[in-house]
């Protein structure tokens, strides 16, 4: 009865491991077929892209650098010991005490504390490093910003060029449609065999042109996954993100108001000033040069040869000070070096800052040229589609010859191939007015 239930419980297990098991794949098959959306392919970029994990190493060196420099105003600590063994012992008798000057086993250790009580010289140089902190938390934070927008750019680029594959697979049907009906008018006398000859030509180019439009979703496939740093089939369905394609669509705020944002939101530009800053902070350090230093020594010190002082330990405390009177001008020298530097590194963020400035303006300018854009492409696309229907039509019923139907189907597609083209360009306008602003493709200000 005991091993009927041991043996129903081992079934139960093995049955529980199974559907686990199942219930895994069909949850990694169904992850594996999912749509993939925008916030999706930017979250797996920030997470596996080489760009994104090389910001974080970054920002551990500068750490490390601060840590270094800070350390100069902490106390070093060092200890050390000997040992001595000799082959004779020495001895000596004082005032009817027997003193070991010399032992065969000699045993001596050290305690020593260094510590600098005042050195200007130190001071820039751990502002300057606690900057360049600053200034690499920043640039990481830009860089993941920046590789989110280049997703964003390639997302939407393939979901265009997915779009225009569809358009190129209407004008194939198309093509085969007006193929038939030329096939079927030839051998009813009613068209020349030209007709069918156009037709059939039309077909075989529309054939090549979705040959070549698969090869270019191909492509751009490939660029998305090693963005993502992952697979990417190019048959996987992308969601195309509407919330962007929308807010594209709205009408900008005050050019004024959206580059004085740009100036104070762009982390570029921040990081740029936090260089600064610390250049600024060394240029400062040659004149600091002129103040003498001061620094704090002492040593403790343990030996089981006490010899005629009959101690075993002892310590000493010392104070030393130090001033370079004269160097043969050396600290002129770098301070004219050092504030040049400075004067570069603000003469880059004030570059940086009229860059800025361009950015928005041109942002803006390049978005309302594409908003003008799908407005005339939305009407194009309208007019081809209603001219291909009817033209379809009318050849049908004689009224119409095959080069006019071939030219309306070319058209149509053209007008497909446009309307998406601009919409898309439109998505990617706006992607570059938010970069310009220092946002991530989702509005919001990026974390860092």
Not at 56 to 67: I, L
Not at 379 to 396: G, S
Request: proline share 2%; charged share 20%; net charge neutral.
């Amino acid at each position: 009865m005991i091993k009927n239930i041991s043996r129903a419980k081992r079934g139960g297990r093995r049955t529980a491991c199974l559907l686990c098991l199942a219930l895994f794949g069909v949850l990694l098959f169904a992850g594996e077929d999912a749509p993939l959306t925008l916030d999706s392919a930017v979250k797996l970029a920030l997470t596996r892209n080489e760009r994104s994990l090389a910001t974080k190493e970054n920002v551990a060196y500068a750490e490390a650098a601060v840590a270094a420099a800070r350390a100069y105003f902490l106390p070093a600590v060092t200890a050390m010991g000997t040992y001595t063994r000799r082959p004779f012992e020495v001895r000596r008798t004082v005032s009817n005490s027997d003193i070991v000057v010399q032992r065969f086993n000699a045993m001596t250790g050290y305690l020593n504390l260094n510590m600098t009580l005042f050195d200007s010289t130190g001071i820039p140089e751990l502002k300057a490093a606690n900057s360049e902190r600053q200034s690499a938390v920043v640039t990481a934070a830009e860089s993941r910003r920046q590789l989110s927008f280049e997703v964003s750019q390639a997302f939407l680029s393939t979901l265009s060029t997915g779009h225009v594959l569809e358009a190129s697979r209407h004008r194939l049907d198309y093509a085969k449609q007006n193929l038939a009906a030329a096939e079927a008018r030839y051998h009813a006398g009613l068209a020349s065999i030209n007709d069918v000859t156009l037709a059939e030509l039309e077909q075989a180019t529309a054939e090549l042109g979705m040959t070549q439009v698969e090869g270019q979703l191909q492509t751009s496939t490939l660029q998305l996954s090693y963005l993502l740093s992952v697979p990417v089939e190019a048959a996987k369905t992308l969601v195309a993100p509407e919330f962007l394609l929308e807010a594209a669509q709205a009408e900008a705020a005050d050019a004024e108001k959206l580059v004085a944002e740009g100036l104070n939101r762009r982390l570029d530009l921040a990081a740029l000033r936090w260089t600064a800053k610390a250049q600024h902070a060394l240029a400062s350090g040659p004149l600091l040069r002129w103040l003498p230093s001061l620094s704090l020594t002492s040593q403790y010190r343990y030996t089981n040869e006490a010899g005629l002082t009959g101690r075993t330990t002892n310590w000493n405390v010392g104070l030393s000070m130090s001033w370079s009177i004269f160097d043969g001008f050396l600290r002129n020298a770098d301070y004219k070096s050092l504030k040049a530097e400075a004067r570069l590194a603000d003469l880059d963020v004030k570059s940086a800052a009229r860059k800025v400035e361009i950015d928005v303006r041109e942002a803006l300018v390049s978005l309302a040229s594409q908003r003008a854009a799908l407005k005339q492409a939305t009407v194009a696309h309208a007019v081809a589609k209603k001219n291909a229907t009817e033209t379809t039509e009318l050849y049908r019923q004689g009224l119409a010859t095959a080069l006019q139907v071939s030219d309306a189907n070319v058209s149509l597609f053209e007008a497909e191939v446009t309307l998406v083209s601009q919409r898309y360009g439109l998505g990617i306008a706006f992607l570059n007015l938010e970069a310009a602003l220092g946002l991530d493709p989702f509005g919001k200000e990026p974390v860092h």
